[in-house]
């Protein structure tokens, strides 16, 4: 079946440091992929998105690029602030009409100033 | 942006009760629901899809007995944990779809259920 995989945190960044989340995936077809944040007391908000290969998802000065050949989609982002301290998921649909969700478990980062 | 309300955000009980979560789109009205249950060090996984006026769909391995959903209007689903027991404590969090917009699911702010 489908399956996520990105690195267990916590990451902890000083302010302004560059910030990669790895994620992997496995899946059937073809996916879209996606990046939620969880602010603390939050619900999961969508980040960003890239439905096919090569696609970049960008937002608020984060990044992925859909790389169907390494089967990643790494987030990055090059300055981080204080307020970027989340919990990042990466998640897969799969392509057609069922819209299940298949997440990674979650990364937390702590930006420190 | 769509907003999807959940309660409570923490609730302790006693083994044997059981407990009632809710989860209502305040501002669009969701076809469909889902609920998720992560347990720690995991990633969220899939319990059950909730359509407005039809039986839930749950995943394999959950137990609908178990875990009774009930989505009577288009803008609230609930969870109802039935005779819960300690290794039903979790954090359970619930999204809504819109109709028109598959790809994109709404999420709750969760709930961290403790059971005694």
């Known amino acids: 079946g489908d399956s996520v995989t990105q690195m267990e945190g916590p990451v902890t960044l000083s302010e302004e440091a560059f910030l990669t989340i790895n994620c992997t995936y496995t899946?059937?077809?073809?996916?879209?992929l996606f990046w939620y944040v969880q602010y603390p007391g939050e619900g999961l908000q969508l980040l960003l998105k890239a439905t096919k290969a090569d696609d970049k998802g960008s937002n608020k000065g984060f990044e992925a690029t859909y790389r169907k050949e390494t089967t990643s989609f790494h987030l990055e982002k090059g300055s981080v602030q204080v307020s970027d301290s989340a919990v990042y998921f990466c998640a897969l649909t799969e392509s057609g009409g069922y819209q299940k969700v298949t997440f990674g478990i979650g990364t937390k980062l702590q930006v420190i100033p | 942006g769509a907003v999807v309300s959940q309660h409570p955000s923490r609730v302790i009980c006693k083994s044997g009760t059981s407990v009632k979560i809710e989860c209502r789109s305040l501002?669009?009205?969701?076809?469909?629901m889902f609920w998720y249950r992560q347990f720690p060090k995991q990633s969220l996984m899939l319990m059950a899809t909730s359509n407005e006026g039809s039986k839930a769909t749950y995943e394999q391995g959950v137990e609908k007995d178990k875990f009774l959903i009930n989505h009577a209007s288009l803008t609230l689903s609930t969870l109802t944990v039935t005779s819960a027991h300690p290794e039903d404590s979790s954090f359970y969090i619930c999204s809504a779809m819109l109709a028109v917009a598959k790809n994109i699911q709404y999420f709750g702010a969760g709930t961290r259920l403790s059971v005694l």
């Open positions: 501002d669009f009205q969701a076809t469909t």
């Open positions: 899946a059937t077809g073809y996916p879209s």
